[in-house]
């Protein structure tokens, strides 16, 4: 496993003075690029008592723009993610058809493989941290590395955002 003592270290100085969602996922999207890397970055923050969720940060803000809220789609990805408490992790964009609705403009962007990081805190889900890259990309070794790097900052990043 490659050592990512200088990325987490960087993080934990950028975090240390975030304020606000911005500066807390810019930080969390620099950690993951120096981690495992991602096309495409965005972070969803989900509200359960409202049913809402909404676009908090992307690295597209031309083709996925931080947004308004939409009502929470309940469905199999949905049950996946927030009550399993599972990742999605699709290697093609046909797996990413048969969950996700955008897949066509996925697919435009040039990423095929997604993973879809739940992030929980206090028993709650708050949202889900989301990295997109080329087909095959997110092998069970990278997807292994999200949960043992990536997680705890995951839901420190949020945390900070949503103080």
Not at 12 to 24: F, H, M, P, S, V
Request: net charge negative; proline share 4%.
């Amino acid at each position: 496993m490659t050592n990512h003592t200088t990325a987490l270290a960087q993080f934990n100085a950028e975090i240390a003075l975030a304020k606000g969602a911005d500066a807390a996922f810019t930080a969390l999207q620099k950690l993951v690029q120096d981690v495992v890397g991602a096309k495409l970055f965005t972070v969803m923050i989900v509200d359960m008592a409202k049913e809402e969720s909404r676009r908090a940060f992307t690295s597209h803000p031309v083709d996925y723009p931080v947004s308004g809220t939409k009502p929470l789609n309940y469905g199999p990805w949905f049950d996946l993610v927030h009550k399993e408490r599972k990742y999605f992790v699709a290697n093609t964009i046909e797996q990413i058809a048969e969950r996700l609705f955008d897949h066509e403009l996925i697919n435009a962007l040039g990423c095929q493989s997604i993973v879809n990081m739940p992030v929980f805190l206090g028993d709650e889900m708050l949202g889900s941290v989301n990295m997109l890259n080329v087909e095959g990309y997110f092998t069970e070794e990278r997807v292994q590395v999200i949960r043992d790097e990536l997680e705890i900052p995951a839901k420190l990043a949020m945390a900070v955002a949503l103080r």
